[in-house]
């Protein structure tokens, strides 16, 4: 089946959530992605129940997102976690405590089961582990500068040199680069089978399917996420694999970017029997560019994906900071390329 969805986030006052979940429908949507940001989990947590519940009412699949939960995920938001949780921190290569949590940190990993064991309450069909990773600085400033990395707390220190034989550096290398990659993909897993033993007893014992889906950051993964992907595809608990290759302002050839990264996923996907899936950029979109979203959603589509979403609602309007110029066009662009997709099948 052909599953096509957008994020959502910006408004919790049930009456316009249900309004918006119907638009999210009339736009050609059968998934939508819901955050569930720390802010959600201590103060809305019946709300977001309750949104669940709306959502699964009109018949949408319902995806659970950890937003930007101890800074690891992608999203924005702020952890509480990492003000309170001093020793959670990553630590800089230089020795600064920064505003992540370490992957590796047993505190932190805890954190995460229990905010799992919360999102089970909601019901989701779907975990969605978007775009984990260790701490990033900025691009340009970490490919210039070899000691710009993290983690080097004393877990990590003490994990690496278990593993490598010798302390763990302050210069980047390629053991550090492969550590902080297979910690990512642990701890990923760990998340993964969690969600699959915990499912049941949350569901008066009966079996219940819930998947697990994750985002890989499509940059080069060496600079703070997963270098190669086939890694975290061979997770057995891993059922989505997917990618969001966004276009900056002003690329030409928005068509190969987003077929290069679909031809990966489904490659991958086929490879080891998961789901593919591409993320669309539906943010920041400049006025008089809005066919590029129709472009993005066929490429993807021809490439073979079958599992195609955007973020986020409404042209992410509702967030300045994301805004794009015209979301209402943004929103109603995806709403046509989405059924430009689902005819064929329906037929
Ligand atoms: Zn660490």
Redesign the pocket.
């Known amino acids: 089946m052909l599953k096509t969805g957008v994020s959502y986030f910006g408004s919790r006052i049930q009456r316009h959530v249900k309004e918006d979940m119907q638009d999210i429908k009339d736009h050609n949507c059968n998934f939508v992605v819901h955050t569930f940001s720390e802010t959600d989990l201590e103060f809305y947590k019946g709300t977001m129940k309750e949104i669940v519940e709306i959502s699964h009412g009109l018949g949408l699949e319902v995806w659970v997102d950890p937003w930007a939960v101890g800074g690891v995920f992608g999203g924005e938001a702020y952890s509480k976690f990492v003000a309170v949780n001093l020793e959670a921190r990553?630590?800089s290569a230089k020795g600064e405590s920064l505003p992540a949590a370490?992957?590796?940190?047993a505190q932190f990993r805890d954190f995460m089961l229990s905010w799992i064991d919360a999102a089970l309450e909601l019901k989701p069909d779907v975990f969605f582990w978007d775009e984990p990773h260790f701490y990033l600085y900025p691009l340009d400033q970490m490919e210039r500068d070899s000691t710009l990395w993290?983690?080097?707390?004393e877990?990590?220190r003490r994990e690496f040199k278990k593993r490598f034989g010798y302390e763990m550096p302050v210069e980047s290398n390629d053991d550090i680069k492969l550590f902080k990659e297979d910690s990512i993909i642990d701890f990923l897993k760990t998340m993964c089978e969690y969600v699959k033993n915990r499912a049941p007893k949350t569901e008066n014992q009966e079996p219940r399917t819930i998947k697990n889906a994750v985002c890989f950051l499509p940059f080069k993964g060496s600079l703070g996420g997963i270098m190669d992907w086939s890694k975290a595809a061979a997770i057995k608990s891993l059922d989505i694999i997917g990618t969001d290759p966004y276009w900056k302002v002003g690329e030409k050839d928005v068509g190969s970017l987003v077929r290069g990264f679909s031809k990966k996923i489904y490659d991958l996907a086929q490879e080891y029997n998961k789901e593919g899936q591409i993320w669309i950029l539906n943010f920041r979109i400049k006025k008089g560019t809005h066919k590029d979203i129709k472009t993005a959603v066929m490429a993807a589509h021809k490439e073979g994906i079958r599992n195609i979403a955007a973020w986020s609602y409404l042209g992410t309007g509702c967030m300045s900071y994301l805004a794009s110029d015209d979301p209402q066009g943004v929103w109603d662009t995806l709403g046509e390329a989405f059924f430009g997709i689902q005819k064929p099948d329906s037929l």
């Open positions: 990553e630590i370490c992957l590796n940190n993290a983690c080097r707390c877990v990590c």
